[in-house]
């Protein structure tokens, strides 16, 4: 079973670039799709960015768009979430996910819970001030 680690997070201002890790441990992730997924205080987890098994395909939430990019490192247990333009809405705790690219997709769109997901880390703090 994988297990996932996340880090990168930390306070930043306003307009700042944070790149974000997703580490897999005792596997490597060249099986699974991964979602990045965020939980702002008082909110539901919601979807970030998906990025499929063999790196053919990446979606990004409307939010995302334009500022967020997921990509994979060379090393294939690392997976990135690159974020530019950070706004203050952009502050949560962010998680990577691991599963079958549809249920991963499926759950970063909102079409499904992000409960069905198999496999969490256990999240990175990013807060950004005004």
């Known amino acids: 079973q994988v297990h996932l680690e996340e880090s990168g997070g930390g306070r930043v201002q306003a307009g700042d670039p944070l790149r974000l890790s997703c580490v897999a441990t005792?596997?490597?992730?060249?099986?699974?799709?991964i979602g990045w997924f965020r939980q702002a205080p008082g909110k539901e987890r919601e979807g970030v960015a998906y990025i499929s098994l063999d790196d053919s395909s990446t979606y990004y939430v409307d939010s995302a768009k334009g500022r967020f990019t997921i990509s994979r490192g060379d090393a294939k247990n690392t997976v990135y979430l690159q974020m530019s333009g950070l706004k203050p809405e952009d502050t949560g705790v962010y998680f990577c996910?691991?599963?079958?690219?549809?249920?991963?997709?499926?759950?970063?769109?909102?079409?499904?819970?992000?409960?069905?997901?198999?496999?969490w880390g256990r999240g990175t703090q990013v807060t950004v001030a005004p």
């Open positions: 005792q596997h490597t992730f060249d099986t699974y799709a």
């Open positions: 996910a691991a599963d079958w690219a549809g249920t991963v997709l499926a759950a970063v769109k909102g079409d499904v819970n992000y409960t069905y997901l198999a496999i």
